[in-house]
């Protein structure tokens, strides 16, 4: 191993160790540091003596492989945070890094569904499954994902003790470790029930055929022991077919945008829907105000008869 590659290991501890970082969070600060590294080793340089010139550089190289806006800055944020970390630990006397500023973030705004597709996609979700459990248990993920506004990694991680006994509201765990309350609706509840039966009925038969039991609300065979991110993506492409959503508009985020907005929509302060997301900073929910601007926008340009006659 590098020396690099032993300070970013020491970086990555001291993230999870010290600020509780998520494991995807971790995953992507190691991703960023070691394209950054290799970078470095194709220049004939190293981390301790390196300067602002070659961090720069960097950042230029990876604007010409056409990175997008979001990317530069994400990498440039993992770097400006390991010369830190490095010169805390003093490894460096300095750090060249510190006024640099990045490209900025992209300005476009996230896709939203209406409420019409979001219903066409709650309702397939009740029929492409290959029996009545998977039924289920898919009609419980999109319920979930509508009433709460999770995260997808929060919501197929989640332990099945926060389903029990019918809760009216669901303790969720977020970035950082931090935990949130978020009500859930009764579509969602009745979801939860039907699907913890059909859950609990094969995890019953699992454990007479001696395998082990599952903490998750949504076990799996994988080696996380819960449904991934990946199948559930390709699941939410599945249900766009399905109901005739356009796929390209379907994400799992797309469910998390279009909780924000609905809720903001339909009179919910900007506070509150910062609360159930679990943002740190108000300027992240601050987004789904231009959203809904952009919406009203499109309705006036697209129904008031003094528009229509302009076209």
């Known amino acids: 191993m590098t020396m690099m590659a032993r300070q970013i290991q020491?970086?990555?501890?001291?993230?999870?160790?010290?600020?509780?970082?998520?494991?995807?969070?971790?995953?992507?600060?190691?991703?960023?540091?070691?394209?950054?590294?290799?970078?470095?080793?194709?220049?004939?340089?190293?981390?301790?003596?390196?300067?602002?010139?070659?961090?720069?550089?960097?950042?230029?190289?990876?604007?010409?492989?056409?990175?997008?806006?979001?990317?530069?800055?994400?990498?440039?944020?993992?770097?400006?945070?390991?010369?830190?970390?490095?010169?805390?630990?003093?490894?460096?006397?300095?750090?060249?890094?510190?006024?640099?500023?990045?490209?900025?973030?992209?300005?476009?705004?996230?896709?939203?569904?209406?409420?019409?597709?979001?219903?066409?996609?709650?309702?397939?979700?009740t029929r492409i499954g290959k029996n009545n459990d998977e039924n289920l248990r898919n009609s419980c993920l999109m319920e979930l994902l509508y009433a709460t506004g999770m995260r997808v990694t929060e919501l197929v991680s989640l332990p099945v003790s926060a389903a029990r006994g019918d809760p009216k509201m669901l303790l969720i765990r977020g970035k950082g470790g931090k935990e949130r309350m978020v009500p859930l609706s009764q579509p969602a509840r009745d979801a939860i029930t039907g699907w913890l039966a059909a859950r609990d009925r094969a995890q019953d038969q699992a454990t007479k055929d001696g395998k082990p039991g599952s903490s998750f609300l949504f076990p799996s065979r994988g080696k996380l022991g819960h449904l991934t991110r990946?199948?559930?993506?390709?699941?939410?492409?599945?249900?766009?077919?399905?109901?005739?959503?356009?796929?390209?508009?379907?994400?799992?985020?797309t469910l998390r945008h279009a909780f924000a907005t609905h809720l903001l929509a339909n009179g919910a302060d900007l506070r509150i829907i910062q609360t159930l997301l679990g943002h740190a900073d108000i300027t992240s929910t601050e987004i789904y105000t231009h959203v809904l601007d952009e919406r009203l926008r499109e309705l006036v340009l697209q129904h008031h008869p003094l528009a229509r006659a302009k076209q």
């Open 230 to 253: 990946h199948w559930f993506y390709g699941l939410i492409k599945d249900l766009a077919y399905a109901a005739g959503v356009n796929p390209s508009k379907v994400t799992p985020h």
């Open 10 to 125: 020491s970086f990555l501890e001291a993230q999870s160790a010290e600020l509780d970082a998520a494991n995807n969070t971790l995953l992507a600060y190691a991703r960023d540091l070691n394209d950054f590294s290799g970078w470095l080793t194709a220049k004939n340089k190293v981390f301790n003596t390196c300067g602002r010139g070659d961090i720069e550089a960097y950042l230029i190289d990876c604007d010409i492989q056409g990175l997008a806006a979001s990317t530069r800055a994400r990498r440039l944020s993992a770097v400006k945070q390991l010369f830190r970390f490095g010169f805390e630990e003093g490894w460096r006397k300095d750090n060249p890094a510190i006024q640099i500023k990045g490209p900025g973030r992209d300005k476009r705004l996230p896709k939203v569904l209406d409420q019409g597709e979001v219903g066409d996609l709650l309702q397939a979700a």
